[in-house]
């Protein structure tokens, strides 16, 4: 069965720079989500969308944003990046039919 | 303020026994709570989920248990097997967002 589909898996990148990750959610689901797990920590939401609109907000920086696009598929743009940015960011996805939520294999981040 | 809490970091069970995972929370509102698996460099994977309507539900080798009244879930796995060794995390459904627990690494062993 088709998963939860992250792109790059691996980022490098260095102070003040941006990065954008992508995420697939699994065909027919609607809703995609955001978290950022930092060494030895539990995920943290950080945003999701439904429908291609925001339907909730976590502790995302201001220096963060994120868009659905008409296919589903979402990227959150990272700006002026800091060391503390460093961390693992998954993508998950759901259906209105099933709250389960599916995640992705990752993007790790480095910050330099 | 963490609202999910897995209080055992850690847990070392032998193969084929019984593996308790406990997790605690303290929003009376959350309705959904699931498990999920998680191997290093790897996103999370589902086990097994329950509606805060329900005391119980089972999946093959795993259940999970809920007492709203003492706002606790546990995840039973019989027989444990070395496979299952890997952080396992509680979460709790707040509309759109899960809010997860700090983990328990369950080790395993023949």
């Known amino acids: 069965a088709a998963g939860v589909i992250q792109s790059p898996r691996h980022l490098i990148k260095e102070k003040r720079e941006t990065a954008t990750l992508k995420c697939y959610p699994i065909?027919?689901?609607?809703?995609v989500y955001w978290y950022q797990q930092g060494p030895g920590q539990d995920p943290q939401f950080l945003i999701s969308f439904y429908e291609k609109m925001q339907s909730d907000k976590g502790s995302i920086p201001d220096r963060f944003s994120a868009q659905q696009f008409s296919d589903y598929h979402s990227e959150l743009n990272m700006s002026s990046l800091e060391l503390g940015d460093s961390a693992l960011y998954f993508c998950a996805s759901s259906s209105l039919e099933e709250e389960t939520q599916y995640f992705g294999p990752g993007t790790r981040l480095l910050v330099l | 303020d963490q609202q999910v809490k897995q209080n055992s970091p850690s847990l070392s069970v032998q193969e084929g026994r019984i593996s308790i995972l406990n997790c605690d929370y303290t929003n009376s509102m959350f309705d959904y709570f699931l498990w999920y698996k998680k191997y290093p460099a790897e996103g999370p994977t589902f086990l097994i989920s329950i509606s805060s309507i329900k005391d119980k539900n089972e999946d093959g080798r795993f259940t999970v248990f809920l007492n709203k009244s003492a706002k606790h879930l546990s995840l039973h796995i019989v027989p444990s097997q070395p496979g299952d060794s890997a952080v396992y995390f509680c979460a709790a459904s707040n509309a759109d967002k899960l809010i997860f627990g700090t983990g328990t690494r369950l080790q395993v062993f023949p």
């Open positions: 065909p027919r689901h609607d809703t």
